[in-house]
C-alpha cells in the first residue's frame, strides 16, 4: 500500500486531470467516486488501475487481490475528487472499448447534458435493455457528473461510443433491427408493436432532436402526445416513458 500525501504529487497531478475530458481520451483513464460506485466499478469487466482511500474509509472496502491502493490524506482525496463532499474513496479505472448488442437497444443522438445522458443509462439498465449506443457528440459518459447520474449503472449496461450512428443503426437495421425514432412529430407510439422483432430506440438532443441521417435510417418515427401546455419532454424523461413502453415488445 503507498501513502502519499501531498497534492503535488505527480500521480495525484494526474488523477486530478481526470475532471478533464481531454486528460481522460490521453490516458484512457477515468475517475469513479464514493462506496457505490466503486464497488460496482469493482465488481465488473473494467480494470482498476489503482483504488485511492482515505485512512478512514479503507476499513470499509476489501479491494481485489492485485489492485494497488494508494492512502490519502482527506484534503487530498479532496482535491482528486469531482464532489464537494468526498465519501473517502475513489477508483481510477481504466476505459474498455465494448461492443453492444441483444435484442433492445438504445441510441443517443447529440444528447449533450451528462446528468441526461446519464440518467437515460440508468432507466435503460433498470427496463433492462441490452445496451446504449452514443454519438461522437454526445455527453462524455466517463464525465464525473455522468458517472454520478448513472448511480453505477455504468458499469452494468455495455455502451458504444459511434464515429457514425447513422451507420451503425443501418447496419442494426439490415439485421432485422427496427429503428425508432422519437420525434415531436411523430405517430403516437401507443400504436407501435414490435411483433417481435429487436429495437433501437433513438433520442435525439436536447435543442435539435434526431439529426436528419439518423431520421433518415429509422422506419417509425413516434411521438409522445402532449396533452397539457408543454411543447416537449426532458430527454431523459421521454427516454424513461418510451424505454418502459417498449420493454414487452421483445
Known amino acids: 500500500m503507498e501513502q ?5 504529487n505527480p500521480r495525484v497531478q494526474l488523477w486530478r486531470s481526470l475532471k478533464d475530458r481531454r486528460a481522460r481520451l490521453e490516458t484512457g483513464l477515468f475517475l469513479v467516486e464514493g462506496f457505490k460506485s466503486v464497488r460496482d466499478a469493482l465488481a465488473s469487466s473494467f480494470e482498476p488501475s489503482v483504488l485511492l482511500a482515505t485512512e478512514e474509509a479503507l476499513p470499509a472496502l476489501t479491494p481485489p487481490a492485485g489492485v494497488p491502493v494508494a492512502l490519502l ?5 479532496a482535491a482528486v475528487c469531482d464532489t464537494k463532499t468526498p465519501q ?4 481510477v479505472m481504466r476505459m474498455r472499448a465494448a461492443t453492444v448488442a441483444g435484442p433492445r437497444l438504445i441510441a443517443l443522438d447529440g444528447v449533450q447534458d451528462p446528468g441526461n445522458v ?12 441490452s445496451g446504449v449506443l452514443l454519438s461522437r457528440d454526445c455527453a462524455d459518459p466517463y464525465a464525473p457528473k455522468t458517472l454520478r447520474a448513472t448511480m453505477g449503472s455504468v458499469f452494468h449496461v455495455p455502451f458504444e461510443i459511434c464515429e457514425d450512428l ?13 429503428v ?10 401507443a400504436r407501435y408493436r414490435a411483433g417481435g422483432r429487436p429495437l433501437v430506440l433513438v433520442i435525439g438532443s436536447e435543442g435539435n432532436g434526431v439529426s436528419p441521417a439518423v431520421r433518415a435510417v429509422a422506419d417509425e418515427h413516434l411521438s409522445l402526445p402532449m396533452r397539457g401546455g408543454a411543447e416537449s419532454l426532458n430527454a431523459a424523461v421521454a427516454a424513461g416513458i418510451l424505454m418502459y413502453a417498449l420493454m414487452e415488445e421483445t
Request: proline residues 4%; glycine residues 12%; negative net charge.
Open 4 to 8: 502519499i500525501t501531498s497534492i503535488k
Open 73 to 77: 490524506p482527506e484534503h487530498v482525496l
Open 88 to 91: 473517502g474513496v475513489a477508483a
Open 118 to 129: 446519464g440518467t437515460i443509462l440508468r432507466t435503460a439498465d433498470a427496463a433492462g435493455f
Open 166 to 178: 447513422a451507420g451503425a443503426l443501418a447496419a442494426r437495421r439490415a439485421e432485422g433491427f427496427a
Open 180 to 189: 425508432l425514432s422519437a420525434e415531436l412529430d411523430g405517430t403516437p407510439f
